[in-house]
T-cell receptor, first 117, second 116 residues
Framework: AQSVTQLGSHVSVSEGALVLLRCNYS??????LFWYVQYPNQGLQLLLK??????LVKGINGFEAEFKKSETSFHLTKPSAHMSDAAEYFC???????????????FGTGTRLTIIP | DAGVTQSPTHLIKTRGQHVTLRCSPI?????VSWYQQVLGQGPQFIFQ???????GRGNFPDRFSARQFPNYSSELNVNALLLGDSALYLC???????????????FGDGTRLSIL
């Protein structure tokens, strides 16, 4: 079974500083990887995804992530944090269900990002 | 286009009761998945439906059931509610459940279920 580990349940950065949220995955097949953001009392919004091709993936709101197969990592970064980035961030891996080859998402436990003014 | 819509947004039940949660997918999406998100945790996969058939089931007891209707909307039913069922229940839709479709799942804002 595939799995995702997010290092650091809470991360605090100053406004304007670099944001780095860590994600490591375990997968026996080439993974599809995702980052989602969740604001309070809301559902999940897709930030970016990696399927195949270029390993540096750019997403919305200035975020990007790099797929590193050798390190089994998919860390999320943003050069300059903004107050509006404060939220919960989830890394996810696409997993094939046992039947029909269908896709389901397996999520990490999340990282709460706090921005310090 | 409207996104994934879920109803109700909040619900309070007592132990032993039954609950039905509803989800309408994005227009043109035929696959619906349900996830449970307990406070402080990531979402956990419950069910996936496609063309009214169950295509995947997570590690949840038989008290949890679901169905999909001809218009691709879906219901999640939970019987004999326990305190531990308190969570945010998320619905996600996609055009198809196939991994080869190279698409993400789009999530609704969820139904927050509280069990007293």
């Amino acid at each position: 079974a595939q799995s995702v580990t997010q290092l650091g349940s809470h991360v605090s950065v100053s406004e304007g500083a670099l944001v780095l949220l860590r994600c490591n995955y375990s997968s026996s097949v080439p993974p599809y990887l995702f980052w989602y953001v969740q604001y309070p009392n809301q559902g999940l919004q897709l930030l970016l995804k990696y399927t195949t091709g270029a390993t540096l993936v750019k997403g919305i709101n200035g975020f990007e992530a790099e797929f590193k197969k050798s390190e089994t990592s998919f860390h999320l970064t943003k050069p300059s944090a903004h107050m509006s980035d404060a939220a919960e961030y989830f890394c996810a891996v696409s997993e094939l269900s046992a039947n029909f080859g269908n896709e389901k998402l397996t999520f990490g436990t999340g990282t709460r990002l706090t921005i310090i003014p | 286009d409207a996104g994934v819509t879920q109803s109700p947004t909040h619900l309070i039940k007592t132990r032993g009761q039954h609950v039905t949660l509803r989800c309408s997918p994005i227009s043109g999406h035929k696959s619906v998945s349900w996830y449970q998100q307990v406070l402080g945790q990531g979402p956990q996969f419950i069910f996936q439906y496609y063309e009214k058939e169950e295509r995947g089931r997570g590690n949840f007891p038989d008290r949890f059931s679901a169905r999909q209707f001809p218009n691709y909307s879906s219901e999640l039913n939970v019987n004999a509610l326990l305190l531990g069922d308190s969570a945010l229940y998320l619905c996600a839709s996609s055009r198809s459940p196939s991994r080869g479709a190279d698409q993400p799942q789009h999530f609704g804002d969820g139904t927050r279920l509280s069990i007293l």
